[in-house]
């Protein structure tokens, strides 16, 4: 996907560099500012930021500004002015243009709750080290023999082996 998105309008209310007539097939008019009506794959709540869908049909998807990740804040069309249920695409008015700040926001919200999701596995792969390192989990059912298992091994099969070949020895 680009790294930024736009919206396809129906009745953009400015028209910019118009083609003439015989050239207006090949033009789509493209909402840069305002309320646009958008077509929404899926639930979308008001306030809610609208993504491309990645169906490559011209549609979007609602995300709620706590669950917008990184990747996804360069991809922001606008922001849903309101709601729609069901998982059919719906027309919704979407603000398109949105300020700076705005977007900073979803930004800093999104980069929070990833910083926090981080720290929360780091915390826990710290605690599974420090448990390994006191001797807990694998490391206390080591023993010095462990590593020499393969030899061990061997060493039974050749006692029954030779047991085995005793056995024959006395029965004849």
Do not use: C
């Not at 736009?6 to 305002?34: C, Q």
């Not at 398109?96 to 926090?116: H, S, Y």
């Amino acid at each position: 996907m680009p790294p930024f998105a736009m919206v396809v309008s129906t009745a953009p209310a400015v028209i910019g560099n118009s083609p003439d007539g015989t050239n207006k097939a090949f033009y789509e008019r493209v909402a840069f500012v305002g309320q646009v009506p958008v077509k929404v794959r899926g639930p979308v709540r008001a306030g809610d930021f609208i993504v491309p869908s990645g169906r490559n049909d011209g549609t979007g998807v609602a995300v709620a500004p706590e669950r917008l990740t990184l990747e996804q804040v360069n991809q922001v069309v606008g922001q849903a002015l309101e709601s729609a249920s069901g998982s059919g695409v719906h027309k919704v008015n979407v603000l398109v243009g949105l300020p700076p700040l705005r977007i900073t926001q979803a930004l800093l919200a999104a980069r929070d709750a990833q910083l926090a999701q981080q720290q929360a596995q780091l915390a826990a792969l710290e605690k599974r080290i420090e448990t390994l390192e006191r001797g807990g989990g694998w490391a206390r059912w080591s023993a010095p023999w462990l590593p020499n298992i393969g030899a061990l091994a061997l060493a039974g099969v050749a006692f029954w082996a030779g047991r085995r070949h005793r056995g024959k020895e006395e029965s004849r």
